[in-house]
């Protein structure tokens, strides 16, 4: 049976309406004796209560609207949960995997380290080898070679120097000396003084 409240119709459960009783009165019979109802217009199911009955069932539908509202809401509230939940796992988890590369970059650079110390004081004893191997030429060569290789264009650095007096130390030799290390023409190996020849350079 339908049953009219506040919030549409509802269909009543057995025994709705004032307990299945409407006061004793019999309504199957009204009009001709047939069952039918007085107009002839066939049944209606629609039924009036009194303003306590309806009060009453608005009052049902009202809780039971209530317990639904209230079930999606938990429901909803539980699934923005799991889903706050489950994002806060994926940022510490990348969290952490940040952290552990940190800290085998950190590792990297500590195991490295010796070696680029190591490398730094090779490259500074180098840097010395060829700067004392410049002035010794320079020292050589004489003032001349001094004044070409501070005229020399650009900045270059003690290797490109000592490479470029290498290449034209014959400009500066001495008249009658060689710089290789030779002895002039017509005197031989062993004389005395300045009869003796050059002595070259260390490799290094």
Known sequence: MLIKSKYGFYRAPDGAGGGGSDGGQDHSDTGDGTGNNAGGGGSNDQVTFTPEQQAHIDRVIGERLKRAKDKWEA????VQTKAD???????????AEWQKLAEQHEARVAELEPQVKDLEGR????????TALLNAKLTELGDAAKTAVEALPGEPDALSKLTWLNANAALFASPGKSHLGTPPKGRKPGGSGEDKPIRPLANF
């Open 75 to 78: 429901d909803a509230k539980e």
């Open 85 to 95: 939940q489950e994002a806060e796992a994926k940022r510490l988890k990348e969290q």
């Open 123 to 130: 490259v500074t004893a180098y840097g010395e080898a060829v």
